[in-house]
Every structure is written in C-alpha cells, then in structure tokens.
C-alpha cells in the first residue's frame, strides 16, 4: 500500500519567503503527483499535477518536481504572501486503478505572517 | 460550473441515530469519491463509483456504513447506526476519465465537505 508523507507538519514564515514543502511516498509506480491546498472549514482545491512522466509542474509562483525514483516530490512557493496561509496536501496516485487511486499524506500547515 | 454540492454541511447527532450524507458531483464527470477526514487518520478514501457503479469499497469502515449512487448526479453515504468515533469531515469529490489523454491526466474536484459530530 503507499504510504505518503509531507514533512514539516507546521511551518510559520514571515511574508516574502520563499518556501519548500516536502513529500514523500514509498512506491515509485505512481501515475501522477498532485498537490491540493485545503483552507480551514473548506475542500479541497487543486494546484498541481505532475505525471508519472515529467519532473516539474509550475503555476504563477507555485513549482512542483517529481523525482519518481527517489520517491519524493516539492512544492516550491516564491515570495510567499499570507493570502498562502493554508494546508498544503500532496497525493500520490495508484497506478494500479485506472483512474487513479489517490494516497495523501497527512499535510503541511502554513502560517505566512505580515 | 456549481462545483460538487454536499448536504448538510453540518450534523450533529446522538449515538445510534441514522446519518444520511448527500452529494451532487459535477455535471458530466462519471467518477465520485467519498473520503473521511479526522485529526488521527488524515484522509482517508471510503469508496469510489465509476459510472454509478462502486468499484472499490475496501476503505469502508464498517457494515454501518454504506453507500449509493441511484444515478449520475447524486450520491449518498449512510451510517446506521452512527457512534462518536465517526465524527469527522466527510468529503465527496468527482472527476472525470478521459480516454484521449490516457490515465492519471485528471485531478479530483472537492465539495465543502460535511463536518459531522456523534455525541
């Protein structure tokens, strides 16, 4: 079964940061790599998608890379804003499905402070 | 485009009371998911029907829980009888498969969710 993990569970910046959030997952035979970002009281909302296929998704000052065969992915943010503050969750599909089962870690908490 | 529509958005309930959680995913997607989110577990998937049809339910916790999906534009997850370990944030999410681009193109789309407490 794959297991995700994102590492820091917490992370409070000042604003104007550039910041890396980290995953990671234990089975490399993935479809794709999404990170979602989930505000409190709400669902979830998609950011990135990264293929099995590619090493890097980017959106305005979001970067997402995907190295498959280490097993983990970042999400980059430049020049963090508080309007960032949010749960950043990242998912790992299974290639076993075909849709794509989807695995989530537990998620990075971000505080970005004026 | 309405998004995925969830209902309630919250219910609080006694120990032992049938729970009814409602969805309406978005028009034309033919995949629905159904998640559970708590502090200890994260999120975890529950089911997931492809064209009205459940294909994996493994993730259900247990014979109280069930789920349906009488047509494409409306699900529901049930639980009978409901006990204070289910309280969580209950998520419905629909997508969408397209044959031309091939698998693991499309992402999920979320509703609100539905934040449940059994007293």
């Known amino acids: 079964k794959q297991e995700v993990t994102q590492i820091p569970a917490a992370l409070s910046v000042p604003e104007g940061e550039n910041l890396v959030l980290n995953c990671s997952f234990t089975?490399?035979?993935?479809?794709?790599l999404q990170w979602f970002r989930q505000d409190p009281g709400k669902g979830l909302t998609s950011l990135l998608l990264?293929?099995?296929?590619?090493r890097e998704q980017t959106s305005g000052r979001l970067n997402a890379s995907l190295d498959k065969s280490s097993g983990r992915s970042t999400l980059y943010i430049a020049a963090s804003q508080p309007g960032d503050s949010a749960t950043y969750l990242c998912?790992?599909?299974?290639?076993?499905?075909?849709?794509?089962?989807?695995?989530f870690g537990r998620g990075t908490q971000l505080t970005v402070w004026p | 485009d309405a998004g995925v529509i969830q209902s309630p958005r919250h219910e609080v309930t006694e120990m032992g009371q049938e729970v009814t959680l409602r969805c309406k995913p978005i028009s034309g997607h033919d995949y629905l998911f159904w998640y559970r989110q708590t502090m200890m577990r994260g999120l975890e998937l529950l089911i997931y029907f492809n064209n009205n049809v459940p294909i994996d339910d493994s993730g259900m916790p247990e014979d109280r829980f069930s789920a349906k999906m009488p047509n494409a534009s409306f699900s529901t997850l049930k639980i009978q009888p409901s006990e204070p370990r289910d309280s969580a944030v209950y998520f419905c999410?629909?997508?969408?498969?397209?044959?031309?681009?091939?698998?693991?193109?499309?992402?999920?789309?979320f509703g609100p969710g539905t934040r449940l407490l059994v007293l």
């Open positions: 089975d490399s035979a993935i479809y794709n």
């Open positions: 999410a629909s997508s969408y498969y397209l044959v031309t681009t091939g698998p693991g193109q499309e992402t999920q789309y």
């Open positions: 998912a790992a599909s299974d290639r076993g499905s075909t849709l794509g089962r989807l695995y």
């Open positions: 990264i293929q099995s296929s590619q």
